[in-house]
């Protein structure tokens, strides 16, 4: 299997830029996780989806923020407008049931 | 953070030492997870240790895990340079939504020098 897999690895946009950032989870996983990373504020968990249905979107900092998972293997994370506070490595992960998750490489988005 | 800190917040050595990371949490657990984070790269999962369980062994590698004072610690044995990176333990918390979530502590720099 080829792991987890994002796009884009990287992203320099302007303020005010709408942002999309794409996942592709492990076939067969039923748990999709959307995570950010910060230095300031280490790994948040932003949202994650059962079976494609979101569960837990209490992470999301604010309305800017939306994720869908539209089938079983996609994922988006959107944020519109992007502002420079959202300057961050954003990271996609996957399991089985809520076992051990399997990460991709990230999307580092800086924003203007 | 939510539910786990790592102490230490970074960690110097030479190979061939071994080193030691410690991780509190601040609820109860069914499990608790260590991840290494390469710099640049997503996270990869080393090993889970059950609530009923005391010390498990992989490897180089050996986590203990005492419930009473709700901490864990990763001990890696005779440390190799290619173990530099960033180390995390995380569990399960409950937050105020009642859904289980994958929460992450602080992490531990461990830089390995040859």
């Known amino acids: 299997d080829a792991g987890v897999i994002q796009s884009p690895r990287h992203e320099v946009t302007e303020m005010g830029q709408e942002v999309t950032l794409r996942c592709k989870p492990i076939?067969?996983?039923?748990?999709l996780f959307w995570y950010r990373q910060t230095m300031m504020r280490g790994l948040e968990l932003l949202i994650y989806?059962?079976?494609?249905?979101?569960?837990?979107d209490s992470g999301m900092p604010e309305d800017r923020f939306s994720a869908k998972m539209p089938n079983a293997s996609f994922s988006t994370l959107k944020i519109q407008p992007s502002e420079p506070r959202d300057s961050a490595v954003y990271f996609c992960?996957?399991?089985?049931?809520?076992?051990?998750?399997?990460f991709g490489e990230g999307s580092r988005l800086t924003v203007l | 953070s939510q539910q786990g800190e790592e102490d230490p917040q970074a960690l110097s050595i030479q190979e061939g030492e071994n080193a030691t990371m410690n991780c509190s949490y601040k609820?109860?657990?069914?499990?608790l997870q260590w991840y290494r984070q390469n710099s640049g790269r997503g996270l990869v999962h080393l090993i889970l240790?059950?609530?009923?369980?005391r010390e498990k062994h992989s490897g180089r590698l050996r986590v203990t895990l005492d419930t009473s004072k709700k901490s864990s610690s990763l001990l890696i044995t005779a440390s190799r340079a290619a173990d530099t990176a960033s180390y995390f333990c995380?569990?399960?918390?409950?937050?105020?939504?009642?859904?289980?979530?994958?929460?992450f502590g602080t992490g531990t720099r461990l830089l390995v020098s040859p």
């Open positions: 989806f059962n079976n494609n249905v979101p569960i837990d």
């Open positions: 609820t109860s657990i069914n499990n």
């Open positions: 240790i059950r609530s009923n369980e």
């Open positions: 076939s067969g996983h039923d748990y």
């Open positions: 995380a569990t399960f918390w409950t937050g105020n939504t009642g859904f289980q979530k994958l929460v």
């Open positions: 992960a996957s399991s089985f049931v809520q076992g051990e998750l399997f």
